[in-house]
């Protein structure tokens, strides 16, 4: 699927889908969560990642359009105090109908999200900037990835959670917590930093809430996180299954902002 829009004009994201991580198999249910109330729990999840600071990534998103499931993958890392990322997101070979693409470089910004590879008429030495308040989905699927600060944000919103048990992801014991997270509460809730594009979110998603599984480790540490986004293109509601896994936490995290000289300035179809 292709969705088309131009730069600088609220309107759809502009290609989503990829498939869904694997991680950890269901365990026995257990009778009592750890750490008291799961609401609360999982409500506490990004400061906790606050506190952390940095942290290996790894996303995935995933649709199904036309009897095909398409995928996009990202690898990077992620700095929680400063609201700030960098991913290398890989297209799948046929996405935009071409059997190889190069990877796009994605920074993550409070407010925008720049990207380098982007195509569609952009010079190979040039960045896009977006800025993820103007966007209907607040940059939750725009990128192919969804923001890991987003995506533990949005658990601020957290309603109706209740503990699966503990299960493990990767050699680590985590413990499953599955619930809905209002997206109007979560930008209320939100860091100053995101709280712009967590709005947008909640004004342009088809539905008000978010269905999600989180995994937190002993420690508190959101270790993955897998959302159900719907979203409106056209006429229909199209889902959106996105997964964010971390990992390696306290990497040390480089982001440095292209210079305005190497930022394309030109309209753009998507």
């Known amino acids: 699927m292709v969705v088309r829009r131009r730069y600088g004009h609220?309107?759809?994201?502009?290609?989503?889908?990829a498939a869904l991580m694997a991680g950890g198999c269901a365990g026995p249910e257990d009778p009592a969560p750890p750490g008291g109330d799961p609401t609360e729990t999982v409500r506490g999840a990004a400061e906790v990642l606050t506190r952390v600071?940095?942290?290996?990534?790894s996303t995935s998103m995933e649709m199904a359009t036309g009897g095909t499931r398409v995928t996009i993958r990202g690898e990077g890392g992620y700095d929680f105090r400063r609201r700030t990322g960098r991913?290398?997101?890989v297209l799948p070979k046929d996405a935009a109908g071409a059997d190889?693409?190069?990877?796009?470089t994605e920074l993550l910004v409070p407010g925008a999200l720049y990207m380098k590879n982007r195509g569609a008429g952009v010079p190979a030495d040039k960045w896009v900037r977006v800025d993820t308040t103007t966007l209907d989905d607040g940059n939750l699927v725009t990128g192919g990835a969804t923001d890991p600060g987003a995506a533990a944000e949005l658990l601020r919103g957290a309603q109706t959670v209740t503990y699966v048990g503990q299960v493990d992801l990767a050699g680590v014991k985590v413990s499953h917590y599955r619930g809905v997270a209002d997206l109007a509460a979560a930008a209320r809730a939100a860091s100053p930093q995101v709280r712009g594009s967590l709005a947008a979110a909640a004004k342009g998603f088809a539905k008000d809430t978010v269905p999600f599984d989180a995994y937190l480790d002993a420690e508190g540490r959101l270790r993955k996180v897998r959302h159900q986004f719907s979203f409106a293109n056209k006429d229909r509601t199209v889902g959106v299954a996105s997964t964010t896994l971390l990992y390696g936490f306290g990497t040390p995290v480089d982001v440095r902002l292209p210079s305005r000289a190497d930022i394309y300035a030109g309209k753009i179809e998507v």
């Open 53 to 57: 600071g940095t942290a290996k990534t």
């Open 10 to 17: 609220r309107g759809g994201a502009w290609a989503v889908a």
């Open 100 to 104: 190889e693409h190069r990877p796009v």
């Open 87 to 89: 991913l290398q997101v």
